[in-house]
C-alpha cells in the first residue's frame, strides 16, 4: 500500500463575496481534487487543539499524528533542526522574520510607532536575506547568540542561556497596525530597535527600495522553543516515509521524526514555487521505495497572509494540475493499492490575512473502496458530511487503518 497526502498549507477559507459566496477552494478550477472527492471519504478536521495558536507547526505535527499539547515546543526550534544547528540544552531558538515596518520617509517616526508593513519584506529572496543576517551576526552576535539564515524571510536566532521571555506577537497577525501595543519586552526591544539601525541603509535595501520593493529593514523575533523530540515515525506507522516541503519547519519536523526530508530545486514556499518539481519528486520517491510521501505546500497559505485573492485561487490550480493530477496518475500505474489524502493544516482567510482555528476539510481516497462523496473539493461540502474529527492526530489513524478514532 502507497500512501499520499497533500498539504495544502491555509488553503482553507471563508465566504467572499466576490467569489458570490463561495471561497478559493470552491471557486479554483481544481478537476483532479473534484474527481477524486466524488470517490473519496470526506469531513472535517481540527488540527489544532483548543488553548493553542494555530500555527503550521502544530497543526502539521497534528496530521502527522503528533499531538500538539505534548510535542509541540514552538515552530523555531524545528526550523533550527532543519537548518543543521545542533542545538544544546540550554539553547533557545527564535524565529527571526526580516520585516517591513514603516513606509519609506518615515525615519522622524519612532522605532516604536511604525507599522507592520509586511512579516516577509516583499517575500524577500534568500541570497539578498543572506547578506542582511550575516550582518546581524556580525553587529550583535556573540559567544551566546547567533543569527542564522534560513529560507527568503525565515531565519532564526540562537541564544545559550536566554532570558526569560515568551509572550512575542507573530508578525502576520499585525499586518497594517503600529506595532506599539505588540513589541517584545527587554532586552529583546532593544534587540530589534539595533538591527532597524543596522539594516535601514544596508546596501541590500537601497537597492531595494530603488528597485520599488520593500526593504527587510527589522528583525522581528517570536516563537522561542527548546530542542525538540519526536518518536520515530517509522516506528509508530511502520511505513517509509519521505516529506516534501520547501519550508524549514516542515523539513524540521521529518528530522525530529526520522523522515527522510526532499529538497526540490525552485521550492520557495510562495505562489513562485516549483509546483511540477514537487509533484516529480513525489513520484520519485515512490519509485524509490517509500511507502509513504507528505508533500507541503505553502503557497496558498502565503497568498491569505498577503490578501492576494487570485493567487490564492491559482495556487490551488497549480497544486492540482502540476501535483496532485501527475502523482495520481503515476499510482493508478503502479499496479498498487493506494490511498491519497488531501486537506489544508488550518484556513488562512483572506480577510483576515492570518491563520484561525476553524476546522478544515479533508478527503481520503482509498484505491480499493470508492464510496459515494462530495461534489467537489471545499470547505461547505467536507462540512455537510457531518464527519468531524476534534483531533488532528487521529487523521493518520482513519488514513492508515479506516478508524476514525483510536
Given at each position: 500500500?502507497?500512501?499520499?497526502?497533500?498539504?495544502?498549507?491555509?488553503?482553507?477559507?471563508?465566504?467572499?463575496?466576490?467569489?458570490?459566496?463561495?471561497?478559493?477552494?470552491?471557486?479554483?478550477?481544481?478537476p483532479?481534487?473534484?474527481?477524486?472527492a466524488?470517490?473519496?471519504?470526506a469531513?472535517t478536521?481540527?488540527?489544532?487543539?483548543?488553548?493553542?495558536?494555530?500555527?503550521?507547526d502544530?497543526?502539521?505535527?497534528?496530521?502527522?499524528?503528533?499531538?500538539?499539547?505534548?510535542?509541540?515546543?514552538?515552530?523555531?526550534?524545528?526550523?533550527?533542526?532543519?537548518?543543521g544547528?545542533?542545538?544544546k540544552?540550554?539553547?533557545?531558538?527564535?524565529?527571526?522574520?526580516?520585516?517591513?515596518?514603516?513606509?519609506?520617509?518615515?525615519?522622524?517616526?519612532?522605532?516604536?510607532?511604525?507599522?507592520?508593513?509586511?512579516?516577509?519584506a516583499d517575500?524577500?529572496?534568500t541570497?539578498?536575506?543572506?547578506?542582511?543576517?550575516?550582518?546581524?551576526?556580525?553587529?550583535?552576535?556573540?559567544?551566546?547568540?547567533?543569527?542564522?539564515?534560513?529560507?527568503?524571510?525565515?531565519?532564526?536566532?540562537?541564544?545559550?542561556?536566554?532570558?526569560?521571555?515568551?509572550?512575542?506577537?507573530?508578525?502576520?497577525?499585525?499586518?497594517?497596525?503600529?506595532i506599539?501595543?505588540?513589541?517584545?519586552?527587554?532586552p529583546?526591544?532593544?534587540?530589534?530597535?539595533?538591527?532597524?539601525?543596522?539594516?535601514?541603509?544596508?546596501?541590500?535595501?537601497?537597492?531595494?527600495?530603488?528597485?520599488?520593493?520593500?526593504p527587510?529593514?527589522?528583525?522581528?523575533?517570536?516563537?522561542?522553543?527548546?530542542k525538540?523530540?519526536?518518536?520515530?515515525?517509522?516506528?509508530?506507522?511502520?511505513?517509509?516515509?519521505?516529506?516534501?516541503?520547501?519550508?524549514?519547519?516542515?523539513?524540521?519536523?521529518?528530522?525530529?521524526?526520522?523522515?527522510?526530508?526532499?529538497?526540490?530545486?525552485?521550492?520557495?514556499?510562495?505562489?513562485?514555487?516549483?509546483?511540477k518539481?514537487?509533484?516529480?519528486?513525489?513520484?520519485?520517491?515512490?519509485?524509490?521505495?517509500?511507502?509513504?510521501?507528505?508533500?507541503?505546500?505553502e503557497?496558498?497559505?502565503?497568498?491569505?497572509h498577503?490578501?492576494?485573492?487570485?493567487?490564492?485561487?491559482?495556487?490551488?490550480?497549480?497544486?492540482?494540475?502540476?501535483?496532485l493530477?501527475?502523482?495520481y496518475?503515476?499510482?493508478?500505474?503502479?499496479?498498487?493499492?493506494?490511498?491519497?489524502?488531501?486537506?489544508?493544516?488550518?484556513?488562512?482567510?483572506?480577510?483576515?490575512?492570518?491563520?484561525?482555528?476553524?476546522?478544515?476539510?479533508?478527503?481520503?481516497?482509498?484505491?480499493?473502496?470508492?464510496?459515494?462523496?462530495?461534489?467537489?473539493f471545499?470547505?461547505?461540502?467536507?462540512?455537510?458530511?457531518?464527519?468531524?474529527?476534534?483531533?488532528?492526530?487521529?487523521?493518520?489513524?482513519?488514513?492508515?487503518n479506516?478508524?476514525?478514532?483510536?
Open positions: 500500500m502507497k500512501y499520499f497526502v497533500l498539504l495544502c498549507d491555509g488553503a482553507a477559507d471563508y465566504p467572499i463575496e466576490t467569489l458570490n459566496g463561495g471561497t478559493p477552494l470552491s471557486t479554483a478550477k481544481k483532479t481534487m473534484d474527481a477524486l466524488k470517490k473519496s471519504f469531513g478536521v481540527s488540527n489544532v487543539p483548543n488553548g493553542m495558536v494555530p500555527e503550521s502544530t497543526a502539521n505535527l497534528a496530521v502527522l499524528s503528533y499531538n500538539p499539547g505534548i510535542y509541540s515546543k514552538g515552530r523555531s526550534p524545528l526550523e533550527a533542526m532543519s537548518l544547528i545542533d542545538m540544552p540550554n539553547d533557545t531558538a527564535y524565529r527571526c522574520n526580516v520585516v517591513t515596518i514603516g513606509n519609506p520617509g518615515e525615519t522622524e517616526v519612532p522605532y516604536e510607532e511604525k507599522i507592520m508593513v509586511d512579516h516577509g517575500e524577500i529572496t541570497a539578498e536575506a543572506d547578506e542582511l543576517i550575516k550582518s546581524l551576526q556580525a553587529e550583535m552576535g556573540d559567544e551566546h547568540k547567533h543569527f542564522y539564515t534560513g529560507v527568503s524571510y525565515r531565519h532564526c536566532l540562537i541564544w545559550n542561556n536566554a532570558p526569560e521571555f515568551r509572550d512575542f506577537m507573530r508578525p502576520h497577525d499585525i499586518l497594517g497596525q503600529k506599539t501595543r505588540y513589541l517584545p519586552g527587554e529583546f526591544l532593544s534587540i530589534q530597535k539595533k538591527s532597524y539601525e543596522i539594516l535601514k541603509d544596508h546596501p541590500v535595501n537601497l537597492n531595494r527600495i530603488k528597485r520599488g520593493i520593500r527587510a529593514n527589522s528583525a522581528w523575533f517570536w516563537s522561542p522553543g527548546k525538540p523530540a519526536l518518536p520515530s515515525f517509522k516506528e509508530k506507522w511502520n511505513l517509509d516515509a519521505s516529506v516534501i516541503s520547501a519550508v524549514d519547519l516542515i523539513k524540521g519536523i521529518a528530522i525530529c521524526a526520522g523522515i527522510h526530508s526532499v529538497n526540490v530545486k525552485g521550492a520557495t514556499g510562495n505562489i513562485n514555487t516549483n509546483f518539481g514537487k509533484g516529480e519528486a513525489a513520484i520519485n520517491e515512490f519509485r524509490n521505495g517509500k511507502e509513504f510521501v507528505y508533500v507541503h505546500v503557497a496558498p497559505d502565503e497568498c491569505g498577503r490578501a492576494e485573492l487570485d493567487n490564492k485561487i491559482l495556487s490551488i490550480e497549480k497544486i492540482d494540475t502540476e501535483i493530477k501527475p502523482v496518475e503515476y499510482l493508478q500505474t503502479c499496479k498498487e493499492d493506494f490511498k491519497i489524502m488531501v486537506l489544508p493544516d488550518h484556513p488562512t482567510p483572506i480577510c483576515k490575512r492570518t491563520h484561525t482555528m476553524d476546522p478544515v476539510p479533508f478527503i481520503i481516497y482509498d484505491s480499493r473502496n470508492e464510496r459515494n462523496g462530495i461534489v467537489s471545499n470547505e461547505e461540502n467536507a462540512k455537510a458530511t457531518g464527519i468531524y474529527l476534534s483531533r488532528g492526530e487521529n487523521l493518520m489513524n482513519l488514513l492508515v479506516g478508524k476514525i478514532s483510536g
